[in-house]
T-cell receptor, first 109, second 115 residues
Framework: QKEVEQDPGPLSVPEGAIVSLNCTYS??????FMWYRQYSRKGPELLMY????GNKEDGRFTAQVDKSSKYISLFIRDSQPSDSATYLC?????????FGKGTSLLVTP | DTGVSQDPRHKITKRGQNVTFRCDPI?????LYWYRQTLGQGPEFLTY????????KSRLLSDRFSAERPKGSFSTLEIQRTEQGDSAMYLC?????????????FGPGTRLTVL
């Protein structure tokens, strides 16, 4: 079993919908939690970074961490076609990031 | 553009050849990381530098792989005697040296195809 589990999708939603992306993890030593967006054939782009349980909001994006359940989420409000990409969750202990497989999201006009 | 840069962006090589990739981190970032990403997977950690010191290596980094960061600025990743299984995107990331700042910022990657 991988330390970080993420449903690869694909997930297809209409423009304007609220998107919910999730990851679970097994290692309670993870201290920092990130969400990256990756467009096809590009490098990952950091979207959100948190280190405690609770919510963090940045524009249309909200990151949620529940350490007791070992579960993290990313919510995207008012989704746009330009949000179509792969979303990767990542968790950190020590130096290395441990990534999920990524969820492919398609927002249709 | 002051982000992480990588060169080349694409590399096609024949099995058995050696290849070398370069990464230039964001200036003032003293931490540098290499990751490998295959199709349909998230990036996997390969190695980490703090300044010029290589402090951590993944078991994925076989003897055919070597990374350097000679002056604590740019880094190179060399793969000797390439194999078809080495085909992947090789990503470089950097982060500030401040303990409170753990975000890693990625470059565009080098896509390697081994024929």
């Amino acid at each position: 079993q991988k330390e970080v589990e993420q449903d690869p999708g694909p997930l297809s939603v209409p423009e304007g919908a609220i998107v919910s992306l999730n990851c679970t993890y097994s290692n309670s030593a993870f201290q920092y939690f990130m969400w990256y967006r990756q467009y096809s054939r590009k490098g990952p782009e950091l979207l959100m970074y948190t280190y405690s349980s609770g919510n963090k909001e940045d524009g249309r994006f909200t990151a949620q961490v529940d350490k007791s359940s070992k579960y993290i989420s990313l919510f995207i409000r008012d989704s746009q076609p330009s949000d179509s990409a792969t979303y990767l969750c990542a968790m950190k202990r020590g130096y290395a990031l441990n990534f999920g497989k990524g969820t492919s999201l398609l927002v249709t006009p | 553009d002051t982000g992480v840069s990588q060169d080349p962006r694409h590399k096609i090589t024949k099995r058995g050849q050696n290849v070398t990739f370069r990464c230039d981190p964001i200036s003032e970032h003293n931490r540098l990381y290499w990751y490998r990403q295959t199709l349909g997977q998230g990036p996997e950690f390969l190695t980490y530098f703090q300044n010029e010191a290589q402090l951590e290596k993944s078991r994925l980094l076989s003897d055919r792989f070597s990374a350097e960061r000679p002056k604590g600025s740019f880094s190179t990743l060399e793969i000797q005697r390439t194999e078809q299984g080495d085909s992947a995107m090789y990503l470089c990331a950097s982060s500030p040296g401040l303990a409170a700042r753990n975000e890693q910022f990625f470059g565009p990657g080098t896509r390697l195809t081994v024929l």
